[in-house]
């Protein structure tokens, strides 16, 4: 059985740069300083201003974390697997 896997559905045109996401897992979120907003580190654009990453239970932690920290909830956790929001 393959272990389970997880997304992160980034919503970067909404972060209003509050960096709390580098604070809580700063190895995957880092503030650009162009526009002073974060970075998902790994990410790929799936559409305009939209990012995404794939990863592991071993971060899954750390991304929900982050997540939840956002006061605006722009970073969004599913299990791949099932589709099921997490956050």
């Not at 990863?55 to 969004?76: D, G, R, Y």
Request: aromatic share 10%; glycine share 6%; proline share 3%.
């Amino acid at each position: 059985m393959s272990p389970k896997k997880y997304r992160i559905v980034y919503d970067r045109i909404n972060c209003i740069g509050a960096g709390s996401c580098v604070i809580s897992y700063p190895e995957r979120w880092v503030m650009n300083k162009v526009d002073d907003k974060a970075d998902l580190r790994g990410g790929k654009e799936i559409k305009e201003h939209t990012w995404e990453v794939e990863f592991t239970a071993e971060e899954l932690e750390k991304f929900l974390e982050s997540a939840q920290v956002c006061p605006v909830n722009v970073i969004h956790v599913y299990e791949i697997e099932t589709g099921k929001r997490l956050i």
